[in-house]
T-cell receptor, first 116, second 111 residues
């Protein structure tokens, strides 16, 4: 069972370069999320997609764009990377539950990005 | 908006000691509450959850009770093991899609 798969696992960029983080899930989940994790800050939501064809901003969307390519895939793009975007990025997915969304979030293993 | 406050770490314990990690929350309505665990080099995974007041979530010897009167969801374990060393995140969901996380508490257990 693959679950949530993220690529790449590690990446070093120079300031101003662009890159895309890929995420795919094989659990037929409707919702997908991108979080970043920074020391002392916990996890902060960047963007999410409640269903195929929709995306919404989270807490820290500036400097990022996303694409929900299909139900399985949700990519995160940095158009012009900045040192402040050095972080560990996690993709997650969740099945929707009809009553009071209580479905479990499933996380990928993370992508560690360093911007020099 | 929603928020979660956890005790700062690291929490350092000896094996077989009793563990409490405090978590309090602010939310409108009736959120669901979660504890996630992150082992070194891995993503987060659900440890336990509670969906309504007075519910007790439990898993792997860990427990947490949803206390609406004190807006708390403290994590406890009676006897920790070295293998429990990890970062623990308290979280809540009150809306349709998004989960709000606390900043995480690192637990270090020594033999």
């Amino acid at each position: 069972n693959a679950g949530v798969t993220q690529t790449p696992k590690f990446q070093v960029l120079k300031t101003g370069q662009s890159m895309t983080l890929q995420c795919a899930q094989d659990m037929n989940h409707n919702s997908m999320y991108w979080y970043r994790q920074d020391p002392g800050m916990g996890l902060r939501l960047i963007y999410y997609s409640a269903s195929e064809g929709t995306t919404d901003k989270g807490e820290v969307p500036n400097g990022y764009n996303v694409s929900r390519l299909n139900k399985r895939e949700f990519s995160l793009r940095l158009e012009s990377a900045a040192p402040s975007q050095t972080s560990v990025y996690f993709c997650a997915s969740r099945a929707e539950v009809a009553v009071k969304n209580t479905g479990e979030l499933f996380f990928g293993e993370g992508s560690r990005l360093t911007v020099l | 908006g929603n928020s979660v406050t956890q005790m700062e770490g690291p929490v350092t314990l000896s094996e077989e000691a009793f563990l409490t990690i405090n978590c309090t929350y602010t939310a409108t309505g009736y959120p669901s509450l979660f504890w996630y665990v992150q082992y070194p080099g891995e993503g987060l995974q659900l440890l336990l959850k509670a969906t309504k007041a007075d519910d007790k979530g439990s898993n792997k010897g860990f427990e947490a009770t949803y206390r609406k009167e004190t807006t708390s969801f403290h994590l406890e374990k009676g006897s920790v093991q070295v293998s429990d060393s990890a970062v623990y995140f308290c979280a809540l969901t009150g809306g349709y899609s998004t989960l709000t996380f606390g900043k995480g508490t690192m637990l270090l257990v020594s033999p």
